[in-house]
């Protein structure tokens, strides 16, 4: 069941990016963004990577590769897994107490129901410890993710802009920039 709720966690993740962003999505079930030794589905600007071994799957991991870097859309897609989780335990729940289906249903709706919310749970609280991505990176669970943009929303652009003048090599403008920023060396 563990699986089942990685893949709608991420697909929630997804959805949202697929809504909001006009460039492609990436999510990656069973791992924390490996290609290798996967399937690949590719659907127009949605492409997902399954990892052939459940037993060997870490989690899951949805990229937005998008220009695109409005800070409400980047809520909404962070908020986007958790959300799909919430509403398949909520559900899960309506099936339980309103239908009259077979033992073995009520069974399956149940898992889905505890796995759900735990997924819930988990990723909407706050994680300060980092993810360690397959290519080296960091990341962090939903929830501290949204907690860090809250933290550093006043100085977005700021950090956008400087992350733009840093992949465009032009380092001198970016000093400049930087220095131009009230009290720049307390400035998040």
Not at 97 to 125: C, E, P, R, V, W
Not at 146 to 157: P, V, W
Request: with cysteine.
């Amino acid at each position: 069941m563990r699986s089942l709720t990685v893949i709608i966690h991420e697909m929630g993740h997804a959805i949202v990016g697929l809504i909001l962003f006009k460039g492609p999505i990436h999510v990656y079930i069973g791992s924390y963004g490996e290609s290798d030794g996967g399937i690949n589905l590719k659907l127009s600007r949605l492409t997902i990577t399954f990892k052939y071994k459940i037993h060997y799957w870490r989690g899951g991991l949805c990229i937005a590769h998008t220009p695109t870097k409005s800070l409400v859309k980047l809520y909404l897609f962070t908020i986007g897994g958790p959300l799909a989780s919430l509403i398949v335990a909520i559900t899960s729940l309506l099936i339980l107490i309103y239908s009259d289906l077979h033992g073995a249903i009520k069974l399956g709706a149940l898992t889905l129901l505890i796995s759900s919310f735990m997924d819930f749970i988990q990723n909407i609280s706050p994680n300060p410890n980092p993810i360690k991505l397959d290519n080296g990176n960091m990341s962090y669970n939903d929830g501290q993710t949204l907690l860090l943009y809250r933290e550093f929303k006043g100085a977005y652009n700021d950090i956008l802009k400087l992350t733009q003048l840093y992949e465009e090599n032009k380092i001198d403008e970016g000093i400049k920039h930087f220095e131009s920023l009230n009290e720049p060396e307390k400035n998040k």
